[in-house]
C-alpha cells in the first residue's frame, strides 16, 4: 500500500489548506487513517484520526475546532481540512494508515506512512 499525501503550502496566518491523502489499494478502506505533523527539531505528533466508517474522530488539542478529519472510501482518500491556520502549525504533514480499523494517537500502531506534505504558515 502506497499513500499520496498533497495540499500543502506557504499561506498566511487565518488561511486555509485542504491536505489529501489517497492510497493506491482499496484494502484501506478498512483501516483506520491518521494524520502526523513533524516540525523542525521535533518529534512527529498527532494531529487527527478517523475510524474505517469515519464514526469515530479524534484531534489533537492544538487542532480542535480548527481541523477537520474526513474520508472518501470510494475514492480511498482522506483529507484534512484545516483552517484558522497558526505559524505554529508549521511542518511536514504525514498520513498513515492504522493497523487495526479503529486508529491510535500512537504512531507505532501504524503500519503505512505517506512521503509527506510541507505546509508553511506565515505571520
Known amino acids: 500500500v502506497q499513500l499520496q499525501a498533497s495540499g500543502g503550502g506557504l499561506v498566511q496566518a487565518g488561511g486555509s489548506l485542504r491536505l489529501s491523502c489517497a492510497a493506491s489499494?482499496?484494502?484501506?478502506?478498512?483501516?483506520?487513517m491518521g494524520w502526523f505533523r513533524q516540525a523542525p527539531g521535533k518529534e512527529r505528533e498527532f494531529i487527527a484520526n478517523i475510524a474505517w466508517n469515519g464514526a469515530n474522530r479524534n484531534y489533537a488539542d492544538s487542532v480542535k475546532g480548527r481541523f477537520t478529519i474526513s474520508r472518501d472510501n470510494s475514492k480511498s482518500t482522506v483529507y484534512l481540512q484545516m483552517n484558522a491556520l497558526k505559524p505554529e502549525d508549521t511542518a511536514i504533514y504525514y498520513c498513515a494508515a492504522a493497523r487495526s480499523s479503529y486508529p491510535s494517537t500512537d504512531t507505532r500502531m501504524y503500519q503505512y506512512w505517506g512521503q509527506g506534505t510541507q505546509v508553511t504558515v506565515s505571520s
Open positions: 489499494k482499496r484494502t484501506t478502506t478498512n483501516n483506520g
